[in-house]
């Protein structure tokens, strides 16, 4: 399993734009366990794009930005602002989200993947 193998290597987190009860859906769907850290818009009031969800998960995490990765499947809600701040980015090019673009090259992500499995190629 993906998150097995990373959260073996890595401290792990999730920026969710997410209403009240994040963590107890990831405990419902069996992979709590794999994050350090859960940030969700509903704790912290604001979300997505907004630069400010990921200044707060750094912060907790004690990290600086270029040493993290914003792994989403969104150019415009994950790869644009984490790139803004300095975070390393890669797009899982999959669903509604996969059929985005970036307009400027700056907007590019670091890395594309097709699924979580190729992200052990890179991490």
């Given at each position: 399993m993906?998150?097995?193998?990373l959260a073996g290597k890595y401290e792990l987190g999730v920026i969710a734009n997410q209403s009240d009860g994040l963590e107890k859906r990831l405990e419902e769907f069996g992979i709590r366990q794999y994050f350090t850290y859960v940030v969700s818009s509903w704790d912290v009031q604001t979300m997505k794009p907004?630069?400010?969800i990921f200044e707060h998960a750094l912060q907790l995490a004690k990290c600086r930005p270029e040493e993290a990765y914003m792994i989403g499947d969104r150019i415009d809600n994950d790869v644009i602002p984490a790139k803004s701040i300095g975070m390393k980015t890669i797009?899982?090019?999959q669903g509604l989200g996969g059929l985005q673009e970036a307009l400027a090259k700056e907007n590019s992500p670091d890395f594309t993947v097709g699924s979580l499995s190729e992200l052990l190629k890179i991490l």
């Open positions: 993906v998150l097995k193998t907004d630069v400010r797009w899982v090019k």
